[in-house]
């Protein structure tokens, strides 16, 4: 009887032993993850007499993978974030043609990524008012990325609702 209450408790101890194991593993991998998330920003930058625009900027500790992306113009879809897109929004400026930057869905965004989307050198309020006003009150992005390391799915809009 003593054996089989020995073996009894063995196994339960075993068994607690191997769950617990595994809980602290998976404990891991899910704080891993998020460990290293990306953070995707967007802002609107206008110093006179600096490079002025839209920047995107990935500050989290994770490569962003893009799975999907929007454009819109006035109120009206223009397309997924791309070459065709983006030079589409540039053709209604008539002052001044901002430089462009752009990736495709799929595109993986380095961890430190900043660049600007949409730029002008040397911004001048006055000269460049038309290009001050697309960006705060005409366009509308949207990019849905997640992680390299894991299938959690983020948004990122600019303008923030």
Same mark, same amino acid.
């Given at each position: 009887?003593?054996?089989?209450?020995?073996?009894v408790?063995?196994t339960? &101890?075993?068994?607690?032993?191997?769950? &617990?194991?595994y809980?602290q593993?998976?404990?891991t991998?899910?704080?891993?993850?998020?460990?290293?998330?990306?953070?995707?920003?967007?802002?609107?930058? %206008?110093?006179?007499?600096?490079?002025? /625009?839209?920047?995107?900027?990935?500050?989290? &500790? /994770?490569?962003?993978? &893009?799975?999907?992306?929007?454009?819109?113009?006035?109120?009206?879809?223009? /397309?997924?974030?791309?070459?065709?897109?983006?030079?589409?929004v540039?053709?209604?400026?008539?002052e001044?043609?901002?430089?462009?930057?752009?990736f495709?869905?799929?595109?993986?965004?380095?961890?430190?990524?900043?660049? %600007?989307?949409?730029?002008?050198?040397?911004?001048?309020s006055r000269?460049?008012?038309?290009?001050?006003?697309?960006?705060?009150?005409?366009?509308r992005? /949207?990019?849905?990325y997640?992680?390299?390391?894991?299938d959690?799915?983020?948004?990122?809009?600019w303008?923030?609702?």
């Amino acid at each position: 009887m003593a054996s089989l209450v020995t073996s009894v408790a063995a196994t339960v &101890i075993a068994a607690l032993a191997l769950w &617990i194991s595994y809980s602290q593993a998976r404990a891991t991998r899910l704080h891993n993850r998020k460990l290293v998330r990306p953070v995707l920003q967007m802002g609107a930058r %206008f110093h006179v007499s600096d490079t002025a /625009g839209l920047v995107l900027s990935n500050v989290g &500790i /994770g490569p962003a993978v &893009i799975t999907d992306s929007w454009v819109e113009l006035d109120g009206t879809r223009v /397309g997924r974030f791309g070459k065709a897109a983006m030079d589409q929004v540039r053709d209604t400026l008539t002052e001044w043609r901002p430089s462009a930057a752009t990736f495709t869905t799929g595109s993986i965004l380095e961890v430190g990524y900043r660049e %600007f989307l949409l730029r002008v050198p040397d911004y001048d309020s006055r000269a460049h008012a038309e290009f001050a006003e697309l960006l705060t009150t005409r366009l509308r992005l /949207g990019f849905r990325y997640e992680s390299l390391y894991g299938d959690e799915t983020w948004e990122l809009v600019w303008p923030e609702a």
